[in-house]
């Protein structure tokens, strides 16, 4: 009979310290990774006055001047970094209802002209200016090292959990100057009651990386994520910890083992204060082509995922092209699905190729 869900599991991480404990998260670890493919982590590494501080700024953010806010748009970013306002980002041919900023760890893009296209998708960051909000990008980059740190440690329990060597996924991060993470600040703002604002919140999606670290920043519920059988689970903000869930990437070089589930955010009812959150995205090296990777899971480990069953029928399709392309390829391609207005600007031929007939909604 598959293993299906109808709860997220909380994960003590001070388990992980003692050695009589140590065993039970990894087995705890292993369920959610096989099963369910989310979980929350308590008592997690990451100092708390650095999480309080992101949520701090992160309204702060937000409330500044439209026009500050502007000039840093992602419009301008090849990379697809900085602010995008209420509605420029697509999922699934939807539109979103969220205003978001995003930055990723200090990185010099390695693309040059001629390159393949793929690694223009990692550049600089875009930060507004230190005047108009003092203190932001020294606080939300102390939280990023301290995310990644975190995710790398977690990489290394999860592939003991998986049977691999604790350093089995090493291969696929490059040196921390050659990587670059992903950081979220996203507002989800209640619809207007007139219902005029159109599709609210974010649809349902994979991520595409191989682990999401996310901050619920604010106590509103809306994040769901989807069980086998395909009904809507929440998975409410619990104070104190992140919830954790598995990319496509990681999914399909574990061959499935780690279930990538699907996920959307349901906007703030009517006439509530927004919802704010903040997911990290731990990506790896933009070369790493996975079908390349074979992971050598011992068979004790493959029949779990025989017992789970088959991942079920789910509303999202993305990132399909590992079975072909380079990781960052595959980001990229997802990148221009959701802002062709970027992809217009800059990638015109990647453009044209997923938009034949132009850019969409005109
Ligand atoms: O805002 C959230 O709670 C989740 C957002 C999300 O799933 C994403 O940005 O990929
Ligand atoms: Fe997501």
């Known amino acids: 009979m598959a293993a299906n869900f109808s709860s997220v599991p909380i994960l003590d991480y001070s388990l992980v310290s003692d050695p009589h404990t140590r065993p039970l998260f990894i087995k705890q670890l292993q369920h959610a990774l096989v099963n369910v493919g989310f979980l929350y982590l308590k008592n997690h590494t990451v100092p708390k006055e650095y999480v309080d501080a992101v949520v701090d700024f992160t309204p702060r953010f937000f409330d500044l001047p439209l026009e500050i806010?502007?000039?840093?748009?992602?419009?301008?970013?090849?990379?697809f970094l900085g602010y995008s306002d209420l509605g420029a980002e697509i999922t699934k041919s939807r539109i979103d209802y969220r205003?978001?900023?995003?930055?990723?760890?200090?990185?010099?893009?390695?693309?040059?002209?001629?390159?393949p296209d793929y690694l223009r998708w990692w550049g600089q960051s875009q930060?507004?200016?230190?005047?108009?909000?003092?203190?932001?990008?020294?606080?939300?980059?102390?939280?990023?090292?301290?995310?990644?740190?975190?995710?790398?440690?977690?990489?290394?329990?999860?592939?003991?959990?998986?049977?691999?060597?604790?350093?089995?996924?090493?291969?696929?991060?490059?040196?921390?100057?050659?990587?670059?993470?992903?950081?979220?600040?996203?507002?989800?703002?209640?619809?207007?009651?007139?219902?005029?604002?159109?599709?609210?919140?974010v649809g349902p999606h994979y991520d595409a990386g191989f682990l999401t670290f996310l901050l619920q920043a604010t106590p509103h519920p809306g994040l769901q994520v989807q069980n086998?059988?395909?009904?809507?689970?929440?998975?409410?903000?619990?104070?104190?910890?992140?919830?954790?869930?598995?990319?496509?990437?990681?999914?399909?070089?574990?061959?499935?083992?780690?279930?990538?589930?699907?996920?959307?955010?349901?906007?703030?009812?009517?006439?509530?204060?927004?919802?704010?959150?903040?997911?990290?995205?731990?990506n790896i090296s933009l070369h790493a082509r996975l079908t390349d990777e074979i992971l050598d899971f011992p068979p004790e480990i493959l029949k779990l995922k025989e017992i789970r069953g088959d991942l079920g029928e789910t509303e999202s399709i993305n990132f399909a092209e590992y079975d072909r392309e380079p990781f960052g390829k595959v980001c990229l391609i997802g990148r221009i699905k959701s802002r062709p207005d970027i992809a217009a600007r800059f990638y015109p031929e990647l453009f044209k190729e997923h938009f034949p007939e132009g850019m969409p909604g005109q």
């Open 127 to 201: 930060w507004p200016d230190e005047s108009s909000l003092p203190g932001f990008r020294a606080v939300m980059e102390r939280y990023l090292d301290a995310v990644r740190d975190l995710s790398y440690e977690f990489t290394s329990l999860l592939a003991e959990a998986l049977g691999l060597h604790p350093d089995a996924l090493n291969k696929f991060f490059d040196r921390d100057e050659l990587m670059l993470h992903h950081l979220k600040l996203a507002k989800y703002p209640a619809p207007a009651a007139d219902g005029s604002n159109g599709d609210p919140g």
């Open 99 to 115: 205003e978001h900023i995003d930055f990723g760890s200090d990185h010099e893009t390695q693309w040059k002209s001629g390159d």
């Open 228 to 282: 086998l059988s395909g009904e809507w689970i929440d998975a409410a903000p619990i104070p104190d910890t992140f919830v954790i869930n598995i990319g496509k990437g990681l999914e399909f070089v574990t061959r499935g083992l780690a279930r990538a589930t699907s996920h959307r955010v349901l906007s703030p009812p009517v006439g509530s204060t927004p919802r704010y959150s903040v997911p990290f995205f731990q």
């Open 69 to 79: 806010k502007e000039k840093i748009s992602s419009k301008n970013s090849p990379h």
